[in-house]
């Protein structure tokens, strides 16, 4: 959930009228870890004046394949992409199209390339294919110096990797495969081994990571605009729309439409892609155990899922706002719409406004949910909305789970006990939830968060136990 206060500073608008709020992301810190593992890995098997078996076999795979004569053209001009030449004419057409921090990006990788491979190649010292094996077709004139890395490759991959955040579904794919076909050709064309080109792509992928890890990328956020759109397309049509402040571009976009027939809106939108979502960070949430990111599945699913744990909750008779809205748009991204409630979150409600009435009426939603087996599953302070009659009303079901064992209902008391003592000390949380649920589910839940904090948890575990 985010802030419930429109967003005062817009994110950076591009030509096409998208728009772009630039953030680091911590997996960019695996990719960089993953990508020098890598690097390390494509070296170690080069040794002397050896190709392995296994390395030659690749080459020869490649480097055999016919190129008729009207195909080498089309094969030269290919791998003029992974020249370094390609990065200033890069550059200088993103500036013209108005893509300044896409031009600066791309300056910046050239210039990680040229230093990265200077460094490699003093290291390594490999020659070209022709020095190693006997036989290598050799088309165009014959490339020179040290062959280790590629050059071509790494430059072509660094394109790709910096261009990624900026482009849609198609570009991306575009981008991607002239930089495979780059790695190919370069092979084909007998300028490199398989090593050199592994090592040339996995240095390219490491400046593209390391420059969004630097100066940050796009998270993908849609514009108003086009959320206008998509509400007009499936029968809305609002007056305005305004961004919610606080950006949350891993998991999603959030919106207030506002309509001059119906309610106002809040409108949640997931972006089909997100760049904290692919196997790297994933991988890295598990690792870490943080939640971070939109749960599984495609963001059809995933809007479909929190608007059906919305409505259970609403027939379970926990206040949460009425669902007007599930759909799926564009490339598949999913859009999610509840009816707005005017307020604060309980985050920006001050602690001296935080009386017991709502804090005895907020445990009493989460009674009501549990009661009918519904787990929340993110019982912060972010996601009670404080109405502007002083009713707490529950919002954002993304990880609620329906049919929850007892399990998910003591973590769910455990983080709205936590967030609670935060907000106004341990005393009230306590003794207000123990008022509502009874004795003993407030004591499992300062149990369950005591191991996790034993020293801030004394005095709660006091005042749960207390008569």
Sequence with gaps: MTSRTPEARPAEPTRSGRRFSYTRHPADLV??????????????????????????????????????????????????????????????????TRRWRLAFDMAVAGGMIWLLAKVVKMAVERGRPAAYLDGVHIYGEAAGGLGYPSGHSAVAVALATVSGPYLGRRGRRVAW?????????????????????????????MAGVFVHLLLGAPGGQPSTSSVRRALARVGLDPVEVQRLGGVDAPRAAYFVAESGTGPDLFVKLLPRERRDNDLVARAWRRVSGGRGGAPAGPPA??????????????????????????????????LYAYRWVPGRTLAEVPAGEIGDDLLLDLWRQVRRLHAARIAHGDLGPDNVVVAEDGLPWLVDFSHAVAAADQHRLDRDLARLLASL?????????????????????????????????????ARTSSAASAP
């Design 421 to 457: 003592t935060g907000l106004v000390g341990p005393e009230r949380a306590a003794s207000t939830g123990r008022e509502v649920l009874g004795d003993e589910p407030v004591e499992r839940a300062v149990a369950r968060a005591g191991r996790r904090q034993p020293g801030r948890w």
């Design 177 to 205: 495969a002239l930089a495979i076909a780059v790695c190919v050709a370069r092979m084909w064309v007998g300028a490199h081994l398989p090593l050199d080109v592994a090592a040339g792509a996995v240095l390219g992928w």
């Design 301 to 334: 699913q995933q809007v479909a899922h929190e608007a059906a744990m919305a409505l259970l909750a609403q027939a379970a008779g926990a206040r949460t706002p009425p669902v007007e809205l599930v759909s799926t748009v564009g490339n598949g991204a999913g």
């Design 31 to 96: 990719r960089l870890a993953l990508a020098l593992g890598l690097l390390v890995l494509t070296a170690l098997p080069v040794r002397g004046e050896r190709v392995t078996t296994t390395e030659e076999n690749v080459f020869r795979l490649v480097n055999d394949l016919p190129m008729p004569g009207w195909l080498w053209p089309v094969v030269w001009v290919l791998m003029q992409f992974g020249n370094l030449g390609a990065v200033p004419a890069v550059a200088v057409l993103a500036a013209i």
